[in-house]
């Protein structure tokens, strides 16, 4: 009985002496030991004094199309002579049933995700703050489709009028007449120019996005199982929009169809966010090397909007005219952004971590009918538009 009553005396000794060194280990940084040894070698022996680290990321992001309903190509073609008189149309007449083929709304999915990544390298002072670049890219979204002399259910038409496709481009130079002889019956050239009596025209749209910024975060709050950064710092931040449409044009017999019988209209815009972001970063310990991570950022930018439109042939290097529109305008881009995610400590030198992120930008401008038909003066509207970035983020954080 007494061996038994001195047995339990020590393992009570034992229990007291190790408590100052669990407490300390749950308390010092506000988070568990790791459970486990990383066999490579990182992290210091004082971490205290702070040092290299780099993390990178796997993105997922639903970036919203701009674009809006504008029609761009129909079924028929325009006769320009009075070589079909005799069949009831006059010059200036349009042949065909005019149903509508290609619109611009069609270049929509608002499901789509697209994937990217981040990647940053950073510095973490002796008194808990740190300095930190990074770079965010994600791929484009694409989106594209069209049309062709053969549509759905073979329902060309009696006279074959649905064969053929009509955008209603004007003040066309000659070089964009196209390859003669495209309807039986009509003359050479009595159906003009490269989007007239198209046998296919195809349209695509392009977005992408990307982001540099530096920032410097340091504590606000830093309690046991509570943490608040401040962050400030410059930021880039640029969207790319591009709108093609490609015409491809053939005689009746079949002929044609090379660079010089293509017609190509482009419109491109840049936004470029020069600026400066500021915000607040939270971690709320939750047991287990696990923490709840909230974000909330806002940045202000200056945009510099570069606009080009552009008319060609696919013989780029033939010497043929074109046709461009430049234009630089200026706006000023409030930015909104924040995430909440979870991360997991498993060591104290390696950070792993999921959240949920938006982005939301007031003010950059956009064509949401990207088409200007006149060839003379291209110059589409442009709007001020709201874009926004929704999406996922998956990545790790290794302190050397």
């Known amino acids: 009985m007494r061996a038994t009553k001195v047995r339990r005396a020590w393992w009570l000794v034992a229990m007291l002496a190790l408590m100052p060194s669990l407490a300390f280990g749950q308390g010092a940084d506000g988070y568990a030991p790791p459970s486990w040894q990383s066999p490579f070698p990182l992290g210091s022996t004082r971490p205290e004094e702070g040092g290299l680290f780099a993390f990178t990321q796997f993105n997922m992001y639903h970036i919203n199309n701009p674009l809006k309903r504008q029609t761009v190509a129909v079924s028929g073609f325009r006769i320009l002579d009075n070589s079909l008189a005799g069949d009831g149309f006059l010059a200036g007449a349009f042949v065909g049933p005019g149903d509508e083929r290609l619109n611009t709304q069609q270049l929509r999915d608002d499901r789509a995700f697209v994937p990217g990544f981040t990647v940053g390298l950073g510095w973490k002072f002796r008194d808990g703050s740190s300095l930190e ?9 694409e989106y594209s489709n069209g049309a062709t002399l053969n549509p759905q259910y073979g329902l060309v038409g009696p006279d074959l009028a649905r064969t053929y496709l009509y955008a209603d481009f004007y003040n066309l130079p000659l070089e964009y007449s196209g390859p003669p002889n495209k309807v039986d019956g009509a003359s050479d050239f009595g159906v ?9 025209m195809t349209q695509e749209f392009r977005s992408r996005f990307q982001r540099y910024e ?26 790319w929009d591009g709108y093609r449409l490609r015409s491809v044009n053939y005689s009746a017999d079949g002929s044609g169809g090379g660079g010089i019988d293509q017609g190509q209209y482009s419109n491109v815009t840049s936004n470029r966010m020069y600026g400066i972001h500021a915000g607040v970063q939270c971690d709320q310990y939750l047991g287990h090397g ?7 950022q806002a940045a202000a930018y ?35 952004q924040g995430s909440i995610g979870l991360m997991w400590y498993p060591t104290e030198n390696l950070q792993i971590f999921a959240k949920a992120q938006g982005m939301i930008f007031f003010n950059t401008l956009t064509a949401p009918r990207p088409i200007s038909f006149d060839y003379l003066r291209p110059r589409p509207e442009y709007e001020s538009t709201i874009r926004t970035l929704l999406g996922m983020e998956f990545g790790a954080s290794i302190h050397f």
């Not at 504590?219 to 710092?233: A, L, Q, S």
């Open 192 to 200: 003009f120019g490269l989007w007239n009596g198209a046998s296919i």
């Open 290 to 296: 696990f923490s709840c991570i909230t974000e909330g």
């Open 214 to 239: 530096l920032s410097y975060k340091w504590d606000v709050i830093d309690e046991e199982y509570f943490r608040m950064k401040g962050i400030i710092g410059p930021r880039f931040s640029w969207f």
């Open 302 to 336: 200056m945009n510099i909007v570069k606009e080009r439109v552009k008319f060609e042939t696919g013989e780029r290097f033939g010497g043929l005219p074109e046709s461009k529109f430049s234009r630089t305008e200026f706006t000023f881009v409030p930015e909104l």
């Open 133 to 141: 670049l990074s770079w965010m890219y994600l791929r484009d979204a």
